[in-house]
């Protein structure tokens, strides 16, 4: 059973700060991986996605992927009470099926 | 472009009832999901279809469920009887292919009591 694991929330950081969203999974031949913002009583919306080893930025978000660690990561700078939402790391693997993990909710306090 | 629909947004059932939600993906999308995510977990994969042949339905309790999509565009998945904890949310997704990762609809928040 492929599995993602997410670092349990919830999260609270103030206005400003960098909020930081650590996942694991356990597939190695998985070959992209993607960070989902999901508001309260909306569906999840795409906001990051990462294919090879090392960082990628955009904006104010950075994801980070090691493969030989099988960890994902995301980075939130400066940030802002817009960006409180659970955030769901997804693995797509051969099947192009994506496995989602539990969520971490993020409450950023102004 | 138009995003993918879902309906009905809402539904509430008696246990044992039937019930039926509809999506229609992105126009083109060869690939539709139905995701299961019951509140506070992650979103569950029912089932998978590239144009209207199923890829996975490994984890469709296929005993109650059960889905279509007839002529690779539309799709319904359907539910009877329902039990108690197939209260979620069904939200419906699809992709062009590739490692793209998917588009979601807006999602049926299905209430059994």
């Known amino acids: 059973q492929k599995e993602v694991e997410q670092n349990s929330g919830p999260l609270s950081v103030p206005e400003g700060a960098i909020a930081s969203l650590n996942c694991t999974y356990s597939d190695r031949g998985s070959q992209s991986f993607f960070w989902y913002r999901q508001y309260s009583g909306k569906s999840p919306e795409l906001i990051m996605s990462i294919y090879s080893n090392g960082d990628k930025e955009d904006g104010r978000f950075t994801a980070q992927l090691n493969k030989a660690s099988q960890y994902v990561s995301l980075l939130i700078r400066d940030s802002q009470p817009s960006d409180s939402a659970t955030y769901l790391c997804a693995v797509q693997g051969g099947s192009e099926k994506l496995v989602f993990g539990k969520g971490t909710k993020l409450t950023v306090n102004p | 472009e138009a995003g993918v629909a879902q309906s009905p947004r809402y539904k509430i059932i008696e246990k044992r009832q039937s019930v039926a939600f509809w999506c229609n993906p992105i126009?083109?999308?060869?690939?539709l999901y139905w995701y299961q995510q019951i509140l506070g977990q992650g979103p569950k994969l029912l089932i998978q279809f590239q144009n209207n042949g199923v890829v996975d339905d490994s984890q469709l309790p296929k005993d109650r469920f059960s889905a279509e999509r007839l002529k690779g565009v539309d799709s319904t998945l359907k539910i009877q009887p329902a039990k108690l904890e197939d209260s979620a949310v069904y939200l419906c997704a699809s992709s062009s292919g590739g490692a793209y990762g998917y588009t979601f609809g807006s999602g049926t928040r299905l209430t059994v009591v």
């Open positions: 126009s083109g999308h060869a690939t």
